[in-house]
């Protein structure tokens, strides 16, 4: 591939990469963190360009992970976020309109690894095989933790409905 | 709870469902920092210079593509009766991309053309034209420091000599896009971006 194809194919598949990392960053980190990490991920992507695979969104997700997971060990996040929060505005978002504590409180009381593979289901939107391609295990492996981890949140969803003691409250949700 | 409903109510907790798009200025802006971020780390400065000497074009900058980051910090007004202060950009080892004219005229805030009249803790230029950026007579520039060769040419002021200088927020442009005014190019880059 001559340079002139190379940056071609970049500039043709980066805005897609930047709007789901950007998303796949705002949901998981400040908004300072989302900004370097962002630039990184990309870097890598051009660097890397000749090894992207043709479904490239899952394998860049997983390059932000694995430069989300560098950063935040690298880095001192409070003291960051206090010193540069004001310049990122990129990467600001509102909470969602309806927060749905219940919801909340089921995911949080979830393995961590559990509820990162139901949020890149839902949020990221991704099926089994390319979650897998995220976190670099088998696709039958993540099929079957996607299963046990939607099960575990239902189980957690009917701990926290009951215990405050509204049972049907799942059910007025549904659309 | 169908797996269905399971995700849609996951769904409607999605902290990025706010989040507008990136104008597309913004975008470019990535994607031209990825792929001039195109950094090769070199071990040491005696490899430098050999490079150096083969390539005038591709000069090897101190924190060259870093200067070259466009600044989130507003842009200070140039004074135009007491002479113009730039800094000199901090050192480091890496290396840019050819210049290009689009970049310069996007990153630039000011640009001119000037001789070197004296050199003393400071570089003064005498400018002969204002490319961009507030008219000014006058031009004073710190010297440049360990990481010379960020410069076009000889990599240092010298008096009497001609120079192209760029500068963004206030910090002289390297990485090709300021050096003496017959640098290879320079005065061509100016033209076709100012």
Redesign the interface.
Known sequence: MTSEDRRERFEALAPAVIDAVRRYLARRTDPATADDVLSETLLICWRRLDEMPGEYLPWAYGVARRCLANAERAQRRQMRLAVRIAAVDDFVVRPPEAADDELATAMAGLRGEDAEILRLWAWEDLAPAQIAAVLGITANAASIRLHRAKQRLRDELRKTGAGAGHEESTEGRRP | ?T?D???????????????A??PPD??SR??E???S??VVALPARRRLLPVLAAAAVLLLAGAGWLVFRPS?SPTPTLPTAAPVHLAAPAGGQAKCREPQAATLAENADFAFAGTVTGIGDLVTLQVSKVYKGAAASTVQVEQQGDSSETLMGSGKFETGKSYLVAASAGTVLICGYSGEADAPGLLALYEQAF
């Not at chain 2, 849609?8 to 469902?17: F, I, K, S, Y």
């Open positions: 709870m797996d409903d399971l995700r849609n109510r996951l769904r409607r907790t999605d902290p990025a469902a706010s989040l798009p990136l913004r975008v990535l994607l920092e990825s792929m971020a195109d989130s």
